[in-house]
């Protein structure tokens, strides 16, 4: 059973996911060994299989562990031992192939184990034609590392269908990954969406240096804003945009529009596309409220709740909990949206992100939505500080385009023809950049941290 372990957090977390999910053995490339010596004397790791990638001259089989813990061994003469033809071990499709944990900010990380037919239904799934859309005629380049939900099944979805596939190491930005795109004629790449505000600006100082043709991106495990779907579009890129958690394999919806969905002017057609889309195949999809189940009209909010053949039902190794999974089998995401009659979904906040002011709901999500449509946003996040009167107001925290300069009040002034007053941030804060978590997203829990004494408790 194959464990990603996610070699982005503290060494401490890490080891901690390896003793939960009791893992045996390890293949790890040599340049991450100093990390494994840091927490290696607190796992029960019984075999470390290395994959020279710095010191080819130098066999990993001789290499010792800096505190002489054990031996390595090298990956490739490993698997010159094998004798014979291999043959695949029985395997009944709901035993598990795979686990990931999730990336939260938020205490420990939970484990989610695939099934074998779990896998196989969303990979296929994922190959249709309002999915992904992958053929063999593609080249697939995923720009998520396969800790975070399984590389989100594109490299698995690539296999089934036979793509070509190109990873782009450890050379994640802008500059790296779009020459790459150019020289391999990548068709279709996927990643969370600060990596395409990066890749938009690469684009917009040089716009003539990357020729894309209709290159597909692939955008999800945040919200993506409407103008950056503009902007790629501009430079000759197609905006999928996709929601999904680890816990949903990650497919969980997509938005493309309707067959009959011609008359949309672009403004409409780019908030759609901004939209969560609708449910994949297989996927059920509810929104739930304290009082039951919120009409699909488009404006009630409520939990998204989700169930289905590639849904978890459970965490590893964790008691069932009512926080987590409905006593009728749903997923409860911790995500609040809204479903319109048509079905698609729009994400409004993370539960715990949502600002709570004077009993309504402001959506984070819209207000940073909106704030990078300014000319000289680069990165907006808005968070919620303490408010005495009102419970929590909005604050939002601004990184401004290289070359360009704006004020708090141009900002609010932008803002105001497209939301109620009381929806505005009392706050507009500038910073260099923004706090990203292990999987690449704006980390809002340590902006909350750092500012919540702009708050009147
Ligand atoms: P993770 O399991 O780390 O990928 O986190 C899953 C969470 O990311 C979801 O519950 C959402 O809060 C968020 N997320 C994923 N995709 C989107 C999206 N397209 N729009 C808004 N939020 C998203």
Redesign the pocket.
């Known amino acids: 059973m194959l464990h990603t372990l996610n070699l982005r957090l503290a060494p401490d977390d890490i080891a901690y996911i390896v003793n939960h999910a009791a893992d045996r053995f390890l293949i790890v490339d040599d340049v991450l060994l100093p990390l494994f010596e840091r927490f290696r004397h607190q796992t029960k790791i019984e075999r470390v299989f290395v994959v020279p990638l710095t010191r080819a001259d130098r066999s990993a089989e001789q290499a010792h562990s800096a505190d002489g813990v054990g031996d390595y061994e090298d990956y490739e003469a490993f698997l010159r031992t094998a004798e014979g033809r291999f043959r695949p071990p029985e395997i009944r499709e709901e035993d598990p192939a795979g686990m990931c944990y999730?990336?939260?900010t938020t205490g420990r990380p939970k484990g989610v184990v695939y099934s074998h037919r779990a896998l196989v239904i969303h990979t296929l799934v994922q190959a249709m034609p309002d999915a992904l859309n992958i053929s063999h005629r593609d080249t697939t380049t995923p720009v998520v590392p396969m800790f975070?939900?399984n590389g989100w099944g594109i490299p698995y979805v690539s296999t089934l269908v036979g793509a070509k596939q190109v990873f782009p190491g450890p050379h994640l930005d802008p500059e790296s990954l779009l020459d790459l795109f150019v020289e391999e004629r990548v068709t279709f790449t996927a990643g969370v969406p600060t990596i395409w505000l990066g890749i938009a600006q690469a684009l917009a100082r040089s716009p003539e240096r990357w020729p894309l043709h209709n290159i597909r991106m692939g955008?999800?495990?945040?919200?993506?804003p409407p103008d950056l779907i503009r902007t790629l579009e501009q430079f000759g890129c197609q905006v999928m945009?996709?929601?999904?958690?680890?816990?949903t394999s990650?497919l969980g919806s997509v938005s493309v529009p309707k067959r009959y969905m011609t008359d949309l002017s672009d403004g409409e057609l780019h908030r759609l596309k901004a939209t969560?889309g609708v449910a994949a195949p297989f996927v059920e999809m509810r929104l739930m409220r304290e009082e039951g189940l919120a009409p699909w009209d488009g404006v009630t909010m409520g939990e998204v709740q989700v169930r289905g053949p590639w849904i978890a039902g459970a965490y590893h190794n964790l008691p069932a909990s009512s926080d987590h999974f409905t006593s009728d089998g749903w997923l409860r995401?911790?995500?609040i949206g809204t479903i319109d009659e048509e079905g698609y979904l729009r994400?409004t906040d993370?539960m715990k992100d949502l600002i709570k002011s004077g009993g309504e709901w402001i959506s984070s999500?819209d207000l940073e939505n909106a704030l990078m449509g300014h000319p000289a946003v680069a990165e907006a996040a808005v968070i919620a500080i303490p408010d005495p009167k009102w419970q929590e107001r909005p604050l939002a925290v601004v990184v401004v385009k290289p070359g360009h300069s704006v004020t708090p009040e141009e900002l609010l002034g932008h803002l105001a023809p497209h939301f109620p007053k009381w929806y505005l941030p009392d706050h507009v804060v500038f910073v260099e950049e923004i706090p990203r978590?292990s999987?690449g997203?704006f980390m809002k829990s340590a902006l909350r941290e750092r500012f919540r004494g702009m708050g009147r408790p």
């Open positions: 999730t990336s939260g975070h939900a955008v999800g495990g945040a919200a993506v945009h996709a929601w999904g958690m680890t816990e990650p969560q995401t911790g995500d994400i993370r999500i978590t999987t997203k």
